[in-house]
């Protein structure tokens, strides 16, 4: 979905940029805070705007 590896989403968790919830050996994430978090982080390219709203239908469909 994210299109990145597990060690980097785990880099995430470490680093506190992503909330995670963990239930017994799972971790668990909301789909809302991994929103925020591109929100927060997304950068305008020069080449094309993209709406964040949009990113996340691509992202989580």
Known sequence: MLHISKRTLQHYRDDGLIPFIKLEWKILFRE???IKVLEDNYQ???LKVVNASIL???LFN
Do not use: N
């Open 32 to 34: 809302s805070d991994i």
């Open 44 to 46: 305008v390219s020069r």
């Open 56 to 58: 996340s239908k691509f």
